[in-house]
């Protein structure tokens, strides 16, 4: 039979085949030297050749929507574009899959395994190269980022730029993202004042490896299908190509920890170098990321404490839970020491830098956490949004994931990561709610709603082991019934499975290959279908409470020769700012963004500040934009009869 996953690693820390990658353990009948077998069955080629084709897959695709050449401003033209990106993804994917589908009813199984291993690798990369496409499609004809020079883009340019005059760390905002962004001005476009320039490229990079990222650390755990339907979901549901450094951390750091976990479970069947050396890389990556973007780090840590807690060996004698305590203090002292400049700026400064930025979520129910809405909300409302459901406000899709969350803890608790994902899901609720319920008494948001992500992210991941727990007994129960009476149950010299065997004989391994080849086939038609999604959102309108403001703005800002971009729906466009980043004045109330002056005392329980706009003055300006936007037309259209 061939696996779909591997065998769960039980409480006893014991497993019948490796996790990290998803090759089959060896056994009686697979046992020649590394020397004598082909590259195709060496556990480290192979994970380099995934990693090579999936980030090759989704550069190779960004670099080739560079190629698409339409008005990305006119809705045409953003329909076109989006439609190329479709036809390109369908160029490519259609091949890999119909390799995939020829193997699985006619090659021979050990290809099949490796040409779905490199098809999965490959449409992860896809997934979010298209995502990366479409901003590519979206900035057409302006060197300048999403969000142009306002709001979160236009603080991380600011700090980019103080980076480059020396000045150090900007506050308690993770350095490692505008620091690279001097870096990249200074290497590419000659430093200071490019630093947005800077940030366009980065922002279409990190999107576009996005997809990689999440597959290659889901793989040191799952085999590629779990991996990839994981994976491909994670990253096109949660990419935010504004800033896609952050989730990028949330999607890899939960695999991680999950990895972390089980190497500290079986310390005492590890040894002491093997010990240090993973808690090293691990202590740097944990650091790295911490770096890149902290905030999941606080979310995540409540849960992963209690973790750490209940499967350190505290029963395994005395030598194992000293190698277990080395390897936690590998960990922590690597993560710390590259950590420590953040550490630092926290522990100085982190109680005078309190959030107070309120927006539609901040309104909306807070035992909602299956839909995310942005402070570009548009028209929706706390009264309008979320939707209710059938069933106790709660839709067909919540029911349907909640069902697999069941499976995943009913059936799949042995699995570590099962319990991983559930501690953390358990502490980001907790912490979740702890927020927002001192929220009006302590005037501070502190980025509460940022915990809906990764509270929806540990649902998928339970859902998706959930089935993965279905499929593994699912095989023994079918060998146990169909097995002829008298007969012994099978053993898979293989796989180790006595049911994987016993599978085999009465279901066709065949079978199992084209079901699962399927099912890859239905994943990649999501992929596509939610990239296109993400990216349509992102496509440029002159509308500030939707997306397309933030592609908007970076077309209307001048280019280094002082000329509008190509496609600039403005004749006199907006100056490069050059300024270095300098900390707010820390305010004593909640800024409730979103809502109009007079609606402040019914939602903030305050009157507004004078900046903020009443409804009248929304109107006005409304109408004020709209005779603009006539005269304009009608001085084009006397232009063209001259």
Same mark, same amino acid.
């Given at each position: 039979?061939?696996?779909?996953?591997?065998?769960?690693?039980?409480?006893?820390?014991?497993?019948?085949?490796?996790?990290?990658?998803?090759?089959?353990?060896?056994?009686?009948? *697979?046992?020649?030297?590394?020397?004598?077998?082909?590259?195709? @069955?060496?556990?480290?080629?192979?994970?380099?050749?995934?990693?090579?084709? *999936?980030?090759?897959?989704?550069?190779?695709?960004?670099?080739?929507?560079?190629?698409? %050449?339409?008005?990305?401003?006119?809705?045409?033209?953003?329909? @076109?574009? /989006?439609?190329?990106?479709?036809?390109?993804?369908?160029?490519?994917?259609?091949? !890999?899959?119909?390799?995939?589908?020829?193997?699985?009813?006619?090659?021979?199984?050990?290809?099949?395994?490796?040409?779905?291993?490199?098809?999965?690798?490959?449409?992860?990369?896809?997934?979010?190269?298209?995502?990366?496409?479409?901003?590519?499609?979206?900035?057409?004809?302006?060197?300048?980022?999403?969000?142009?020079?306002?709001?979160?883009?236009?603080?991380?340019?600011?700090?980019?730029?103080?980076?480059?005059?020396? $000045?150090?760390?900007?506050?308690?905002?993770?350095?490692?993202?505008?620091?690279?962004?001097?870096?990249?001005?200074?290497?590419?476009?000659?430093?200071?004042?490019?630093?947005?320039?800077?940030?366009? %490229?980065?922002?279409?990079?990190?999107?576009?490896?996005?997809?990689?990222?999440?597959?290659?650390?889901?793989?040191?755990?799952?085999?590629?299908?779990?991996?990839? /339907?994981?994976?491909?979901?994670?990253?096109?549901?949660?990419?935010?190509?504004?800033?896609?450094?952050?989730?990028?951390?949330?999607?890899? !750091?939960?695999?991680?920890?999950?990895?972390?976990?089980?190497?500290?479970?079986?310390?005492?069947?590890?040894?002491?170098?093997?010990?240090?050396?993973?808690?090293?890389?691990?202590?740097?990556?944990?650091?790295?990321?911490?770096?890149?973007?902290?905030?999941?780090?606080?979310?995540?840590?409540?849960?992963?404490?209690?973790?750490?807690?209940?499967?350190?060996?505290?029963?395994?004698?005395?030598?194992?839970?000293?190698?277990?305590?080395?390897?936690?203090?590998?960990?922590?002292? &690597?993560?710390?020491?590259?950590?420590?400049?953040?550490?630092?700026?926290?522990?100085?400064?982190?109680?005078?830098?309190?959030?107070?930025?309120?927006?539609?979520?901040?309104?909306?129910?807070?035992?909602?956490?299956?839909?995310?809405?942005?402070?570009?909300?548009?028209?929706?409302?706390?009264?309008?949004?979320?939707?209710?459901? $059938?069933?106790?406000?709660?839709?067909?899709?919540?029911?349907?994931? !909640?069902?697999?969350?069941?499976?995943?803890?009913? /059936?799949?608790?042995?699995?570590?990561?099962?319990?991983?994902?559930?501690?953390?899901?358990?502490?980001?609720?907790?912490?979740?709610?702890?927020?927002?319920?001192?929220?009006?008494?302590?005037?501070?948001?502190?980025?509460?709603?940022?915990?809906?992500?990764?509270?929806?992210?540990?649902?998928?991941?339970?859902?998706?082991?959930?089935?993965?727990?279905?499929?593994?007994?699912? &095989?023994?129960?079918?060998?146990?019934?169909?097995?002829?009476?008298?007969?012994?149950?099978?053993?898979?010299?293989?796989?180790?499975?006595?049911?994987?065997?016993?599978?085999?004989?009465?279901?066709?391994?065949?079978?199992?290959?084209?079901?699962?080849?399927?099912?890859?086939?239905?994943?990649? /038609?999501?992929?596509?279908?939610?990239?296109?999604? *993400?990216?349509?959102?992102?496509?440029?309108?002159?509308?500030?409470?939707?997306?397309?403001? %933030?592609?908007?703005?970076?077309?209307?800002?001048?280019?280094?020769?002082?000329?509008?971009?190509?496609?600039?729906?403005?004749?006199?466009?907006?100056?490069?700012?050059?300024?270095?980043?300098?900390?707010?004045?820390?305010?004593?109330?909640?800024?409730?963004?979103?809502?109009?002056?007079?609606?402040?005392?019914?939602?903030?329980?305050? $009157?507004?500040?004078?900046?903020?706009?009443?409804?009248?003055?929304?109107?006005?300006?409304?109408?004020?934009?709209?005779?603009?936007?006539? $005269?304009?037309?009608?001085?084009?259209? %006397?232009?063209?009869?001259?």
């Amino acid at each position: 039979m061939t696996h779909l996953a591997p065998e769960v690693v039980g409480a006893s820390g014991t497993a019948h085949s490796r996790t990290g990658t998803g090759t089959p353990a060896a056994g009686p009948l *697979s046992s020649p030297s590394a020397a004598r077998r082909p590259w195709t @069955s060496r556990r480290r080629v192979l994970a380099v050749a995934e990693g090579v084709v *999936s980030l090759t897959a989704a550069l190779g695709y960004m670099l080739l929507s560079r190629r698409i %050449d339409v008005n990305p401003v006119v809705r045409l033209g953003q329909v @076109s574009g /989006l439609a190329t990106l479709q036809m390109y993804a369908a160029l490519i994917g259609l091949p !890999l899959l119909g390799l995939l589908l020829y193997t699985a009813h006619r090659g021979a199984a050990r290809r099949h395994q490796l040409v779905k291993r490199m098809v999965c690798a490959a449409l992860a990369g896809l997934a979010t190269g298209v995502i990366a496409g479409g901003i590519v499609v979206a900035l057409h004809g302006t060197p300048h980022p999403l969000g142009g020079q306002e709001g979160d883009p236009g603080v991380l340019i600011d700090m980019a730029n103080s980076f480059l005059h020396h $000045e150090g760390m900007s506050g308690i905002y993770p350095p490692a993202f505008p620091a690279l962004m001097a870096l990249w001005a200074k290497i590419r476009y000659n430093g200071r004042g490019e630093t947005g320039f800077a940030l366009h %490229d980065l922002q279409i990079f990190f999107t576009a490896v996005a997809g990689p990222m999440a597959y290659l650390a889901w793989r040191i755990l799952l085999r590629p299908f779990w991996a990839l /339907l994981i994976a491909v979901p994670a990253a096109v549901l949660f990419l935010d190509p504004i800033r896609p450094y952050s989730h990028i951390v949330m999607i890899v !750091l939960l695999p991680l920890l999950g990895y972390w976990l089980r190497e500290m479970r079986l310390a005492g069947r590890r040894g002491t170098r093997h010990l240090l050396v993973r808690g090293l890389v691990l202590g740097v990556t944990f650091g790295a990321l911490f770096l890149w973007y902290s905030g999941w780090y606080i979310w995540a840590a409540p849960g992963a404490l209690v973790a750490a807690l209940f499967f350190f060996p505290w029963r395994q004698g005395a030598a194992t839970v000293r190698k277990a305590a080395l390897y936690i203090g590998v960990t922590l002292l &690597s993560a710390g020491v590259v950590g420590a400049p953040l550490l630092y700026q926290m522990a100085r400064l982190g109680a005078d830098n309190p959030d107070r930025y309120a927006f539609l979520a901040v309104y909306a129910d807070p035992g909602y956490v299956l839909g995310w809405v942005s402070d570009r909300s548009g028209t929706l409302t706390y009264q309008t949004w979320p939707v209710a459901g $059938e069933m106790a406000g709660q839709s067909g899709f919540a029911l349907l994931l !909640l069902f697999g969350v069941g499976l995943g803890l009913g /059936l799949g608790m042995r699995n570590i990561m099962v319990r991983t994902a559930a501690a953390v899901l358990a502490g980001a609720w907790l912490a979740r709610f702890w927020f927002a319920g001192h929220m009006a008494q302590d005037k501070a948001i502190q980025l509460y709603p940022r915990t809906t992500w990764i509270i929806m992210y540990c649902l998928m991941i339970l859902a998706v082991l959930g089935m993965m727990a279905v499929v593994n007994r699912g &095989s023994g129960w079918v060998e146990r019934t169909l097995r002829p009476r008298g007969a012994a149950p099978a053993s898979d010299s293989v796989s180790g499975s006595a049911s994987a065997a016993g599978l085999a004989r009465v279901v066709p391994p065949r079978v199992v290959r084209q079901l699962a080849a399927g099912m890859v086939c239905v994943v990649a /038609l999501f992929a596509t279908m939610g990239a296109s999604w *993400s990216a349509n959102r992102y496509m440029p309108s002159s509308d500030v409470d939707t997306m397309g403001i %933030d592609a908007y703005r970076a077309h209307v800002i001048k280019e280094r020769d002082g000329s509008c971009p190509r496609f600039s729906p403005r004749p006199t466009c907006w100056d490069i700012e050059k300024d270095d980043w300098k900390p707010g004045p820390i305010q004593n109330f909640i800024w409730c963004a979103g809502i109009v002056a007079d609606d402040w005392p019914a939602v903030c329980g305050m $009157e507004a500040p004078k900046r903020v706009r009443s409804r009248a003055d929304i109107e006005r300006d409304a109408e004020a934009d709209r005779l603009a936007r006539k $005269e304009a037309a009608q001085k084009e259209k %006397d232009a063209q009869k001259r």
